[in-house]
């Protein structure tokens, strides 16, 4: 018999053991299940994330590298027109200094026609012995020589005019292209701060994306870890309030019985006692009775 019971021991400590181990399979299962579920979903997030950072990068590149060969060949064409204008400018004032040149020549050519024939002429007056015409002779040198200085006064005067306005205009020209250059070294500067401006905060934005990402895949892993605790500790609380739920209505329905048992005997008790009297009663009676008869 005590071999028999020992079996049966045996036997029942397999099967709670049986039941026991299957329960832990089941839950390393389930636990493995959801860590893998959780790792591919995070593994397929951070792929989608890098592949959508390396199309962005891509994106940047071909737009910067379109942005650098725009600006090549915007800049290509206005050194083109600036050369045009500079050529053409050039011609203008090459053309212009020819013009006044054979323009000076043709004043010293007439001059000099001018002074022979005044020469001349003064010569032809002065071989007359006339005084009056000596002195009209004279009076002709001087308003000869009078016109001679002032078409010399008025021919420097315009040289120098012409001159003036050729060196200032080529020091505007010259002031003209040191702004250019200045103006493009600022503009180029301005593209070069915008275009790192704008891939700094790419970055940043990618950057931030990307940690918010993990903090919010941390987040949902804490979470999950907490519910899973909190309904295992919730489950374990239910499970002792069911216990103690049930061990009340025990011991309240154990006390009803108890208390009605206790009420029942003494109403038994009550009707005993009440014909006992009853019998009592009777008995008197029928002595007082005989006694009277």
């Known amino acids: 018999e005590a071999t028999y019971r020992m079996a049966l021991i045996i036997q029942v400590q397999s099967i709670i053991r049986g039941y026991l181990v299957r329960q832990g399979m089941e839950l390393a299962t389930t636990s493995a299940t959801l860590v893998q579920a959780a790792w591919r979903g995070y593994y397929s997030c951070m792929t989608y994330q890098y592949d959508v ?51 000076a020549d043709v004043l010293i050519i007439q001059s000099a026609v001018r002074r022979w024939r005044a020469e001349r002429q003064y010569e032809d007056l002065l071989s007359l012995r006339d005084e009056e015409e000596a002195r009209r002779k004279e009076i002709a040198a001087i308003q000869i020589q009078r016109c001679w200085r002032g078409f010399i006064c ?10 003036i306005v050729a060196v200032q205009s080529q020091i505007r020209r010259w002031l003209a292209g040191r702004y250019l250059s200045r103006l493009k070294h600022v503009r180029e500067v301005e593209a070069a701060t915008n275009i790192q ?72 008790s009550l009707f005993d006692a009440s014909s006992t009297v009853g019998h009592y009663q009777y008995d008197a009676a029928v002595v007082i009775q005989r006694h009277v008869r």
């Not at 008025?154 to 001159?163: E, I, K, Q």
């Open 197 to 268: 401006r704008h891939w700094r905060g790419s970055l940043g934005r990618d950057d931030a994306i990307m940690r918010l990402i993990e903090i919010i895949i941390c987040q949902s892993i804490i979470r999950r870890f907490l519910a899973q605790a909190e309904y295992g500790r919730r489950q374990e609380q239910m499970e002792r309030e069911l216990t103690s739920s049930i061990r009340i209505q025990k011991a309240y329905r154990g006390y009803k019985a108890r208390q009605f048992c206790t009420q029942k005997a003494k109403v038994a």
């Open 53 to 103: 950072l390396d199309i962005i990068i891509v994106q940047s590149l071909v737009r910067r590298r379109a942005a650098r060969l725009c600006v090549e060949q915007k800049r290509e064409d206005r050194m083109d027109r600036s050369a045009t204008l500079i050529q053409a400018q050039w011609r203008s004032y090459d053309c212009t200094m020819n013009y006044l040149h054979y323009l």
């Open 154 to 163: 008025y021919a420097d005067y315009m040289f120098t005019v012409s001159d």
